[in-house]
């Protein structure tokens, strides 16, 4: 999602003049976009505003922006700590860039601007074009959560759930179809609650699923509970719905989901994948997982790991816990950090293992493969994604950007599969 409001950001300051530069040295205005799921995201900034610093010692400073998460938190805080910081402000208050620039530039006034104003910053954004038409575009539907797991900031730093409607979101998808887009990755914090006056997720799909020019689409992250049957039904109905649902199970061990408050048990987890592999078998599943959650034993970790061998994960995002302040998971008593840490190695072990077996059973066969980009035009080399979103990298004499093809698998790593078109 920083990703889509980087670009988002990057649209607005088009609008009042602003280029984009690669070169640090020569930028008058730094914007940081911060993420406050990762671990010590606070220090991170201070770290990049003091390198920035560094850079300019000799030099007029530019404007610093800091925003994002870790600026939604922090908000007054961040301006008091670090006077080279000249404005803060939320995921849900990028829309005013073009006031926030004027109070800085004009009225040389510091800013810290944190409200939840998220519908206010759709209809904003809704007059402005984007410019982000990749071969694979993000597209946000849906922004915060009511969920509170007890783990999470994002209820605190991104808010309440909101749906933008239906018809913002495909008139952006025209507008990115137009400029070139063949994938679309609907986003939210939790996007299949998406509802927009009861036009759910399911239907949206259905609909971008009759576009011309639309050649695939995913969506992410979405919640177990809230995978209801008709946007499982969609997964068979929809064919350019691709047949890889992430899905976050956090833990094998209903007594944790429930200390994690993750309103679903492991039970309800199984049942929603059945239901999804009875509707389309060729559906594969990939997941979070956190290790080491306060009060997790031996034999709730054996349970994640028992997890592995009964749902086809074909990609573990795996991670130790640790506290975010403000969030009630960082008031509990945090486990040995040497046990949490084997039980992740463990964990990642058997992860890798089946990563590995399962691209092993890839070689020789073909795989379809939407190219986004070229890696390296001199050598050739062209990379895209199959229906599983397996990076894949093929060299080919022509530019095979925006194309779909097949093609055989002839090696791989542990992150990317190589190979040939097969014609
Ligand atoms: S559902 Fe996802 S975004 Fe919402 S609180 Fe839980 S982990 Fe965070």
Excluded: W
Excluded at 105 to 124: G, H, M
Excluded at 171 to 200: M, P, R
Excluded at 292 to 306: C, H, I, Q
């Amino acid at each position: 999602m920083n990703e889509y409001d980087s670009n988002r950001i990057l649209d607005l300051f088009k609008k009042i003049g602003y280029t984009q530069t690669e070169n640090i040295s020569e930028t008058s205005c730094y914007v940081l976009n911060t993420c406050h799921i990762r671990e010590k995201a606070t220090d991170k900034v201070y770290d990049d505003v003091g390198r920035l610093k560094k850079k300019f010692r000799n030099k007029k400073k530019p404007i610093l922006l800091v925003t994002g998460c870790v600026a939604q938190a922090e908000g007054e805080e961040m301006l008091k700590r670090e006077s080279y910081i000249d404005g803060v402000f939320g995921p849900q208050s990028y829309h005013k860039i073009p006031k926030i620039m004027n109070k800085i530039e004009i009225e040389k006034r510091r800013v810290n601007s944190t409200e939840f104003d998220v519908i206010e910053k759709f209809d904003s954004l809704n007059l402005i074009k984007t410019k982000d038409s990749k071969t694979s575009s993000f597209l946000t539907i849906q922004e915060g959560c009511d969920k509170f797991c007890n783990f999470c900031v994002v209820p605190y730093t991104r808010g309440p759930e909101y749906s933008r409607s239906n018809h913002e979101i495909i008139s952006e998808a025209k507008q990115l179809i137009d400029g070139g887009t063949k994938e679309i990755t609907l986003l939210g914090q939790n996007v299949n609650a998406y509802n927009s006056k009861n036009f759910l997720l399911s239907d949206l799909i259905c609909e971008l699923n009759e576009m011309s020019g639309l050649e695939r689409i995913r969506y992410t992250t979405s919640h177990p509970k809230d995978m209801t049957d008709d946007l499982i039904g969609a997964y068979k109905n929809c064919q350019k719905l691709m047949p890889l649902v992430h899905l976050p199970v956090q833990s094998g061990s209903s007594k944790i989901l429930k200390l994690m408050n993750r309103k679903h048990n492991i039970n309800d987890y199984f049942g929603t994948v059945k239901k999804l592999k009875d509707k389309n078998s060729s559906i594969k599943f990939s997941s979070d997982f956190i290790i080491g959650y306060p009060g997790e034993t031996d034999e709730d970790f054996n349970l994640t790991l028992a997890l592995l061998d009964k749902v086809d994960f074909i990609n573990s995002y795996s991670f130790v816990f640790s506290p975010r302040p403000g969030t009630p998971a960082s008031k509990l008593k945090i486990i040995d950090e040497k046990i949490a840490k084997k039980r992740l190695m463990i964990f990642q072990r058997k992860s890798d293992e089946i990563v590995k077996n399962y691209r092993q059973k890839l070689l020789d066969k073909k795989v379809e493969v939407l190219f986004e980009n070229s890696l390296n035009k001199k050598e050739g080399e062209y990379f895209g994604r199959d229906k599983y979103a397996n990076a894949v990298i093929v060299k080919n004499d022509q530019d095979l950007t925006g194309k779909i093809y097949d093609v055989k698998v002839t090696n791989f790593n542990q992150n990317t599969l190589f190979g040939e078109i097969s014609l």
